[in-house]
């Protein structure tokens, strides 16, 4: 059971930032991201892979990938975001789609654990985002959540 000191969510949202940085770093097309607010959450932790408390918090972001013309460069991009992450040390657990305008990317950062993806959409749009692991909200244990 891990009731043990966590990073707090501030250092997860910017673990969060930083693995998608290093997944953007020298892509060419260069996307701008643009934040896609809906898909931004910090809810609880359900169903703990650790075992650990219930009470923990996971933290996700989602940024839409623009300014790259729609659906030819994907696959390019795709390739890019794979090399950049294996270079980093992650690990690139599933993909589908690959070579084609709807790459679906899986990721695990290493040595956090934090699930990345990398989406196309039924229209040509790309779209990336993270997740953490579950964490304490403050970073020790204790304490109910706030979830605003």
């Known amino acids: ?77 795709a390739e890019q975001v794979i090399a950049n992450m294996k270079k980093a040390g992650h690990s690139v657990f599933s993909t589908n789609g690959l070579g084609t305008d709807k790459p679906e990317i899986f990721i695990a950062s290493r040595p956090d654990d934090f699930r990345m993806s990398l989406i196309g959409s039924a229209d040509g749009s790309l779209s990336i985002g993270a997740t953490s692991p579950c964490v304490w909200q403050g970073g020790t244990p204790g304490g109910e959540p706030t979830l605003d």
């Not at 949202?13 to 997944?23: K, P, Q, S």
């Not at 075992?51 to 729609?70: F, N, T």
């Open 1 to 77: 059971m891990s009731d043990k000191p966590t990073i707090n969510q501030d250092q997860a949202e910017a673990r969060i930032d930083e693995l998608i940085a290093e997944a953007m770093k020298g892509l060419d097309p260069k996307p701008r991201l643009e934040r896609f607010e809906e898909h931004d959450l910090l809810r609880r932790c359900l169903d703990p892979a650790d075992g650990g408390s219930e009470d923990r918090v996971v933290v996700s972001k989602r940024y839409w990938l623009e300014d790259i013309p729609k659906k030819e460069p994907n696959a390019q991009i």
